[in-house]
């Protein structure tokens, strides 16, 4: 095996950009599509270097945090893309190489709203991100069924009418700048895009080594863990007994890293599965086994593209296979199934029992050995390395153990982030209204008559009444929260009218009256995230 490699980062963002197209198989290629036309964007805005290549990885990348964002019936669909791109937001920042990019997914979905979205959230929003979001829509609007250059022109023009309220003006013009020929959507439809995009745009030599590739897979494996509660450590597991085993196996400490590598990816093909079958509760029919079966298999194909790495793609596409060859996705004979793979398959069902799950708590050592006893007396797993686990059981299980604990606490934070970010967003929401008050007194930015809505369509209601009560209703600060929301509404209501009647001071008497009920707004939103946050932790330790 190799000492040592450096393979390049954007070969994985792009076979990652694959994973994303699988879990929605209408969506086939749109996130290729998005980072083609972003790239062509960026190219017509004259961005070049690393901040071209950020806006390409965002566009790649850009519903990643919808693998793991449950819709609910009172979410509204801009809250769901904006928790969506929260959720991204957390996954992505946290691997170095693609902090840049996740601040451009997480306000990828804001629209332009004629420049007052220059800030969100308290952050200024990158230009990136409403790259991205035209070459989204864009993408979207394109029917699958017919060709993309006799539907040119339509698009154009919609993109056209979205020039000021959606998007941003100048990314208008660029795009229709570089639309304006047959090749730019012979491109879009070419199965060869991801050619195309690197052919047209070289990255800069961002490689990873060998650490630089095992972070990356711990992030590709929270990627896939944090889609189902039951989950939620399992890869780490996997991952820390894998190469626990390959140490007692005399592998050298390259190889054993590798192997911890392959642990983190093995489930990367789960990303094609749907969420409610990865939750089902009971027994799968014949039907739904058969989706499930097929995650090996994808696995092989998203990782076997990316040079380098073409053993451990091997290696996690045989994690179930069998020695009796009756293991899928290839029915590979027992000669042809690596040593890697083998241990790799003991290292999953290991995971796979002893781990605790929401549901159930690990099986004790003898319940363990009488499983791996039955499955080797039916060559279903190498009796060599189920031996080695038997011999040193404390051993791989304290480090299965010692990773998926560190792992359940990464949950947590992430999680907790997650929250966190919800309630930030709504308060930077209500300062934001307070903003506009105060400039709308001082005539520097005037309120429109369609800006002074009821309290449950402004930015905080659509909040409240969709993500807000759905995740958070449970606390009585939330319900706490209507009162004096709707009451500052009355008073902005009555503000607005006082100062087009040319009354400045009862208007300013009235913005008086709406400081202590922000205040009280305030306080409640700063309590529910403390509270909510708490209520993660505690939600994940009742489940684990």
């Keep these: 095996m190799k000492p040592e490699f450096h393979v390049g980062l954007y070969q994985f963002v792009f076979s990652l950009s694959q994973a994303l197209d699988l879990i929605n198989p209408a969506m086939a290629n749109h996130h290729r599509r998005v980072a083609y036309i972003a790239l062509r964007v960026a190219e017509a805005m004259e961005l070049a270097g690393r901040a071209k290549e950020d806006v390409i990885v965002a566009a790649a990348l850009h519903d990643i945090g919808a693998l793991s964002t449950q819709r609910n019936s009172g979410e509204d669909t801009l809250n769901l893309k904006l928790r969506c791109s929260r ?5 992505l920042q946290k691997f170095k190489p693609f902090q840049i990019p996740a601040r451009i997914v997480r306000f990828h979905n804001v629209p332009w709203a004629w420049g007052e979205n220059r800030e969100v959230e308290g952050q200024e929003v990158p230009l990136g991100s409403h790259i991205v979001n035209l070459a989204n829509i864009v993408s979207r609007l394109l029917d699958k069924s017919g060709s993309f250059a006799s539907q040119a022109q339509s698009i154009r023009d919609q993109i056209a009418q979205m020039q000021g309220q959606v998007l941003m003006p100048e990314h208008v013009q660029a795009f229709l700048h570089a639309s304006a020929n047959d090749a730019f959507w012979l491109d879009i439809e070419s199965p060869d895009l991801s050619q195309i995009i690197l052919d047209r745009m070289p990255f800069s030599s961002v490689e990873l080594n060998l650490d630089g590739l095992l972070d990356f897979a711990e992030l590709l494996a929270q990627v896939i863990d944090f889609r189902s509660r039951f989950t939620a450590t399992h890869s780490s597991g996997v991952a820390a007994s894998a190469s626990t085993l390959a140490q007692l196996f005399g592998f050298p ?20 599965i749907p969420t409610e079958l990865l939750d089902k509760n009971g027994s799968l029919n014949s039907d739904e086994w058969n989706v499930v079966r097929g995650h090996p298999y994808y696995t092989y194909r998203i990782l076997s ?48 029992v002893t781990e605790n799950r929401p549901y159930r708590t690990g099986l004790d050592q003898a319940s363990v050995v009488a499983i791996f006893d039955a499955m080797v007396n039916d060559h279903a797993l190498d009796a060599n390395v189920v031996n080695v686990l038997k011999s040193h059981y404390a051993e791989v299980d304290h480090s299965r153990a010692a990773a998926q604990s560190h792992a359940l606490q990464d949950y947590k934070d ?23 008050l105060r400039a709308h007194l001082d005539g520097k930015q005037p309120l429109a008559h ?13 909040w409240y009444y969709g993500e807000g009560l759905h995740y958070y209703g449970h606390l009585a600060e939330v319900r706490q929260l209507e009162e004096p929301h709707a009451a500052m509404h009355e008073l902005i209501h009555a503000l607005v009218e006082h100062q087009a009647q040319g009354r400045r001071d009862d208007a ?37």
């Design 87 to 91: 959720f991204g937001y957390q996954l």
């Design 253 to 272: 400490a390259v190889d054993c890293k590798r192997l911890l590598i392959a642990g983190y990816l093995h489930d990367i093909g789960k990303l094609a």
């Design 305 to 352: 593209p990316i040079e380098g790495i073409e053993d451990i793609a091997l290696w996690c596409g045989s994690h179930h296979e069998r020695l009796c060859g009756t293991g899928y996705p290839f029915r590979a004979p027992h000669e042809e199934i690596p040593l890697e793979s083998r241990i790799l398959a003991v290292a999953d069902v290991f995971t796979a």
């Design 414 to 436: 992430f999680m907790e982030g997650l929250a966190v970010l919800d309630l930030s967003a709504a308060r930077a929401a209500h300062l934001a209204w307070k903003q506009r």
């Design 450 to 462: 369609e800006q002074l809505v009821d309290h449950r369509e402004c930015d905080l209601g659509r």
């Design 508 to 544: 300013e008497a009235c913005l008086e009256q709406v400081e202590p009920l922000s205040r009280r707004i305030v306080e409640l939103l700063k309590t529910i995230e403390r509270k909510a946050a708490q209520d993660v932790t505690s939600a994940i330790d009742q489940l684990y």
